[in-house]
């Protein structure tokens, strides 16, 4: 059973002089280690919902818990040391050069300057940073990779959360998906919680294990990308998300859940190879293009695993 890292409980939020709450009695649970995506137009308060995790935005009423402790009763500058904050514009300090800026926690909870250096060569090379980019200074940097340092920094005090407000959306659409990848790989690799504010609805399913959808400071629904595509809960989820986008109710299907078994006999060379997670969208293409019968799927060192036919994929749309 997975630990609550994040918990909302029946958490408010009402501006003064706004007619109605941005978050409007809101409970949800965040498990230890997921990558939550929330989704939702401009104005449907997805990123006052983050922001209030770290007290940047004091809820109005109701109750957040952080790995069960409510955030009230930790000191608010210990708190945000705690929790890793990335945002759309970056936010680096101009006057310091990128260790600098990504010592700026580590240094902050008093590391010794040893410890912060290796936290520093460690981050760089996570975030895919080359070492000599140490002592350049952030103008120097194109967008995306000032963004990976605002990741670094965001990581350096080892957080167990971190939030995110659209840390890809300045970002063009090649170094974007490159980004999306590369942390999403980091995420999986360290197991940070992750709760990820996002208008892109490719990039929130791309992203989340699990997905929060918002209108008018409410929570729609809140499920895994494919359930929501699949089972959208009204009438708002399924015009924002396309229900009805078979392709993309593909890309969130794993070769590893839809595959057959394999025909008696060798697998010919000319029969293309995807591995276990691989998804259904990209073998479609693949056998488009290569009009072989079937995809053969390799589960890592266990070698040939099953197949994916075109068939299947026609007939049950990937199940």
Not at 102 to 127: C, F, S
Not at 208 to 223: A, K, L, T
Not at 245 to 257: E, G, I, N, V
Request: hydrophobic share 40%.
């Amino acid at each position: 059973m997975s630990k609550e890292a994040i918990k909302f409980e029946r958490v408010s939020k009402t501006f003064p002089k706004a007619a109605k709450p941005s978050v409007n009695e809101t409970s949800l649970v965040v498990p230890q280690g997921s990558f939550v995506t929330i989704l939702g137009a401009s104005g449907c308060g997805k990123t006052t919902l983050l922001k209030m995790v770290n007290r940047i935005i004091e809820p109005s009423s109701g109750t957040i818990s952080v790995f069960g402790k409510d955030i009230r009763s930790t000191p608010v500058t210990e708190l945000r040391q705690s929790i890793g904050y990335v945002i759309q514009q970056v936010g680096l300090f101009p006057h310091l050069t990128i260790e600098q800026n990504i010592a700026t926690v580590p240094n902050i909870l008093g590391w010794d300057r040893q410890k912060t250096a290796e936290r520093i060569d460690y981050l760089m090379d996570l975030v895919h940073l080359p070492e000599n980019y140490k002592k350049m200074y952030p103008r120097q940097l194109s967008g995306g990779q000032q963004q990976r340092v605002g990741i670094a920094r965001a990581m350096a005090g080892d957080p167990a959360i971190l939030l995110m407000d659209e840390p890809f959306g300045a970002i063009d659409a090649i170094t974007r998906t490159k980004l999306q990848d590369d942390f999403k790989q980091i995420q999986r690799e360290l197991g940070k919680t992750v709760l990820f504010v996002t208008h892109d609805v490719e990039e929130a399913m791309k992203l989340g294990d699990r997905m929060i959808v918002m209108n008018e400071g409410s929570i729609q629904q809140y499920d895994t990308p494919l359930a929501i595509m699949s089972g959208p809960s009204n009438d708002f989820v399924s015009r924002l998300i396309q229900s009805d986008d078979l392709f993309q109710r593909l890309h969130l299907m794993k070769a590893a859940d839809h595959m057959i078994e394999l025909p008696d006999g060798l697998v010919p060379d000319s029969v293309p190879r995807v591995g276990v997670d691989e998804n259904l969208k990209a073998i479609l293409q693949l056998l488009l293009q290569s009009n072989a019968p079937y995809v053969a799927v390799l589960d890592g060192d266990q070698g040939l695993a099953g197949r994916v036919t075109l068939e299947q994929l026609k007939l049950g749309n990937g199940r």
